[in-house]
């Protein structure tokens, strides 16, 4: 009668651990229906689903496996598999999965009570859990980001609610959650798309020509409402640009030469290059600014509005085609194509309320520090960590890059 038998050791890891118990397996002629290992803190955790066939005898196999695993320091255990749960294990190898990736500052067991509970009350279970940051300092002060990702596999009861709850445990408990589907896109994104101002760069750059013009205060105002969705971008940033008529030049190249980037700019974009991705800047600032950043940062496009100047001059009028939301969505779209790249595999990030039509096309579309409409309407947002956390999202971690 055939047997299956799940054997799990733990024990203190050293090499060729996984070569003894194999070589075992192998001389009495065991398949193996599934393996899986863990290590932490040089601890190994090691499961074998055994299948002994029906001419062999489990008892020999097993007691060997027992004396090697007390030889070699480590505690085992055996526990038989029903045949018949067997069968229906595999045939649930179907079910969706689902990635859960948590970051912020810092990982507490209260962050991942209240994410585990909220898995669990939709009927999804931990397949496996992960961390992809570096190891944790016993210097908590020293300690400036923490990532664990979870997969998941089933079917969410109600998956609205639980997106609901993960947004109410990260406004409670100051850490950020993406739940994204585990699919072939998400495995394989290749091209990431930036809004410039006040996410690639810490600033509104018009914002600061307004403050160079000294007509700050009226700007911002107007600014302000356009990224809240309260006034019409295109109304907005007309009456914005007709503020700035007559300033020189040379303000311009100042503020240039001295954008903030945001923190982890640098880090993400010249990661991202090294294992070939494609970059653009879509923004509905200027392309003066856009260009410096391409050059600085190696950015691949920039599509932006044309600042006129005139006699060395701001004239207040922009180029046509005013870069909106709408254009926004447009725009990325026209550089997926001409890169061949479907529009589940691009990446999207945003702030404002301008960006919400690309961030809702793209594969994965990131609110990052952004305006509370943008977080409610985004499916995945970024406000405790810098630009850099969106690695993470696609499963980079620390060590890939340190």
Not at 195 to 219: N, P, R, Y
């Amino acid at each position: 009668m055939r047997e299956i038998i799940l054997f799990t050791i733990s024990g203190q890891d050293k090499p060729g651990l996984t070569s003894e118990l194999t070589r075992l397996l192998s001389e009495y002629r065991i398949d193996i229906l599934d393996i899986g290992q863990a290590n932490i803190h040089d601890t190994l955790s090691l499961g074998i689903l055994l299948d002994i066939p029906p001419e062999s005898e489990s008892k020999p196999v097993l007691r060997e496996l027992l004396f090697k695993a007390h030889e070699l320091g480590l505690q085992a255990r055996f526990e038989p598999v029903d045949a018949a749960d067997y069968t229906a294990w595999v045939a649930a190898q179907g079910k969706p999965r689902y990635i859960i990736t948590v970051l912020g500052p810092k990982i507490t067991a209260a962050h991942l009570h209240q994410i585990s509970l909220e898995v669990s009350q939709n009927g999804l279970n931990i397949d496996s859990i992960k961390r992809l940051s570096g190891r944790v300092p016993l210097d908590r002060s020293k300690l400036t980001k923490a990532c664990v990702e979870l997969t998941v596999r089933g079917v969410p009861r109600d998956i609205d609610h639980m997106r609901a709850a993960f947004m109410r445990i990260s406004q409670e408990l100051g850490v950020d959650i993406a739940f994204q589907i585990d699919n072939v896109f998400r495995r394989n994104r290749r091209l990431v798309v930036f809004d410039m101002d006040s996410t690639l760069i810490q600033c509104e750059v018009i914002d600061e020509l307004a403050k160079a013009a000294g007509v700050g205060e009226q700007v911002a105002a107007i600014t302000e409402e356009a990224m809240q969705g309260k006034l019409d971008f295109k109304e907005s940033f007309a009456k914005r640009v007709g503020l700035l008529k007559g300033l020189d030049e040379s303000v311009l190249k100042g503020i240039a030469a001295s954008l903030p980037l945001s923190n982890g700019a640098e880090r993400l974009i010249s990661t991202l290059k090294g294992i070939g991705y494609k970059t653009a800047i879509i923004s509905g600032g200027f392309q003066y600014f856009g260009a410096h950043l391409q050059k600085k940062l190696g950015i691949d496009y920039v599509f932006a509005n044309e600042l006129l100047i005139k006699d060395g001059k701001v004239t207040g009028e922009v180029g046509a085609d005013i870069v909106d939301g709408k254009r926004k969505a447009e725009l990325l779209k026209s550089i997926a194509q001409r890169e061949n790249i479907r529009l589940e595999q691009v990446i999207a990030v945003g702030d404002g309320a301008n960006d919400l039509p690309m961030l809702s096309i793209a594969g994965l579309g990131i609110a990052f520090h952004a305006k509370p409409i943008v977080k409610e309407k985004a499916e995945q947002s970024i406000s405790t960590l810098g630009l850099d956390g969106i690695l993470y999202l696609i499963g980079v971690r620390d060590r890939d890059i340190s």
